[in-house]
């Protein structure tokens, strides 16, 4: 299945293979151009459809589990100061996502929005210590009916320069459901409470709506 964030593109690439197509039959009666159009063309619709694929994810619910939202591999596991929203100390979880990754992003936990920010920012690699409060993201709290909140946030990189998130404040969020997109590569934190026993390690790659990275205690 293909995420509807990829048709516009799809459609795009296409139109760009087309033209190189007539371009080199128009121009040249070279087989070897003629088949190096074609192979380019294939490479191109190829990266583009595997980008933008949209895998069917079944989340098993459960109110003490964070589930990972992305795809990736977990690349940073700290305990830091959230200055944004909850302004005190919190455990981050940061999954790096490649261009080859599913880009889909999904509700790490049930419950309800209760803050989404847009912010404006740099395009800084993805990895860089400061992409979590300079480059262009997106700030998205959870909070489930037993009073646990986790703030993520979408991160755009050098490669990623569009943020796409469905939800408002006041937004039933369901574990699993999708929340938004980031086009051709980034990162997601997720900010947990003090406490919360983490589940992954560093370098571990994780499933989007899959993988339980976190628990609640107590």
Same mark, same amino acid.
């Given at each position: 299945?293909?995420? !509807?964030e ?6 795009l690439s296409l ?20 088949g ?17 694929? #949209? ?7 459960n109110?003490n589990?964070?589930?990972a939202?992305?795809d990736g591999k977990?690349?940073?596991? /700290?305990?830091?100061t959230?200055?944004?929203?909850f302004k ?12 080859? #990754? ?5 509700y ?11 912010h404006?920012g740099?395009?800084l690699v993805?990895w860089?210590? !400061?992409?979590?409060? /300079?480059n ?6 959870v909070? #489930?009916?037993?009073g ?6 979408q ?6 320069r ?14 699993g ?5 980031i086009?051709f590569?980034s ?6 409470p003090?406490?919360t026993?983490? #589940?992954v390690?560093?370098n ?15």
């Amino acid at each position: 299945m293909i995420h !509807k964030e990829g048709y516009p593109t799809i459609v795009l690439s296409l139109t760009f293979c087309l033209v190189i197509i007539f371009l080199s039959q128009y121009l040249s009666s070279s087989p070897l151009l003629h088949g190096l159009a074609y192979a380019l063309s294939l490479f191109l619709m190829v990266i583009v459809l595997q980008f933008f694929r #949209n895998p069917g994810r079944k989340t098993i619910l459960n109110d003490n589990h964070v589930i990972a939202p992305a795809d990736g591999k977990v690349v940073v596991i /700290e305990e830091v100061t959230e200055e944004e929203y909850f302004k005190d100390k919190r455990i981050q979880v940061s999954i790096f996502m490649s261009p080859l #990754n599913v880009h889909v992003n999904r509700y790490p936990i049930s419950g309800f929005v209760k803050y989404v920010k847009y912010h404006a920012g740099l395009y800084l690699v993805a990895w860089h210590p !400061k992409s979590s409060t /300079e480059n262009e993201r997106t700030t998205i709290v959870v909070e #489930n009916k037993n009073g646990k909140a986790v703030l993520f946030r979408q991160i755009a990189g050098a490669m990623a320069r569009r943020i796409v998130y469905y939800c408002k404040s006041g937004d039933a969020a369901v574990q699993g459901a999708q929340f938004g997109f980031i086009k051709f590569g980034s990162r997601v934190d997720i900010l947990l409470p003090p406490g919360t026993k983490i #589940n992954v390690k560093l370098n571990e790659t994780v499933q989007g709506g899959i993988s339980t990275i976190a628990e609640f205690q107590g």
